[in-house]
């Protein structure tokens, strides 16, 4: 029987996102598309029965988080730890520019991010620390019922390992689309990964 669905769910996107700089902590807002992309997943889970949201302190989760909420007369529960990887000096960079910087191996990051070091919070081991903190946060207040997360790429692909048992190495072999949702289902004794990175609302 399953005890808890968990709806997770990433922010629509900034414009950060469009031009492929690294946001990280920065607290930056959903532009107009982004607004447009969480309308349309509110009205896809208008039809699902929620009991509560939960969303990163960041605005483009926040807001994202308030637009999915409405239709269910819920209110936003913000959880800090559920915010960005702190990537420091390369927030606001394109991977170019970050390149050119030579400070951090960014070749590292894209091809075994589990083990590279990165500015800012430094290592995806201590990422998951924080963000598992906040989840469990999150599971212990509710017995049962139907919860939505909404958060970050990073946090959220590492969210989906920790929850699965599955290791920090699987961290680049999948993907999370702007606005997309996964499910898992915890049951008495497992969790099932039921749906990850669906984007049928903005087909």
């Given at each position: 029987m399953i005890?808890?669905?968990?709806?997770?769910?990433r922010h629509g996107l900034t414009e950060w996102n469009r031009c492929n700089r690294f946001q990280g902590a920065s607290n930056i807002s959903l532009c107009e598309e982004g607004i447009e992309q969480a309308k349309r997943l509110s009205k896809r889970m208008s039809k699902f029965p929620l009991d509560a949201v939960y969303a990163s302190d960041l605005d483009r989760a926040l807001q994202t988080a308030q637009i999915i909420a409405?239709?269910?007369?819920?209110?936003?529960n913000i959880v800090p730890q559920l915010r960005e990887i702190n990537f420091g000096e390369w927030e606001g960079l394109t991977k170019e520019e970050i390149i050119?910087?030579?400070?951090?191996?960014?070749n590292a990051w894209r091809d075994?991010?589990?083990?590279?070091?990165f500015p800012g919070e430094g290592n995806l081991e201590k990422v998951r620390q924080r963000v598992m903190t906040g989840m469990k946060s999150i599971l212990e207040r509710h017995e049962t019922g139907n919860i939505a997360v909404v958060s970050h790429?990073?946090?959220?692909?590492?969210i989906i390992m920790s929850l699965l048992g599955l290791d920090l190495s699987f961290y680049k072999h999948f993907w999370l689309g702007n606005t997309s949702l996964s499910i898992i289902d915890v049951h008495?004794?497992?969790?099932?990964?039921?749906?990850?990175?669906?984007m049928s609302h903005l087909e």
């Open positions: 005890r808890k669905r968990l709806y997770l769910i409405q239709p269910h007369d819920l209110p936003v050119k910087l030579k400070k951090y191996d960014y075994m991010p589990h083990k590279a070091l790429g990073g946090c959220l692909k590492i008495e004794d497992r969790k099932v990964l039921s749906l990850l990175n669906d």
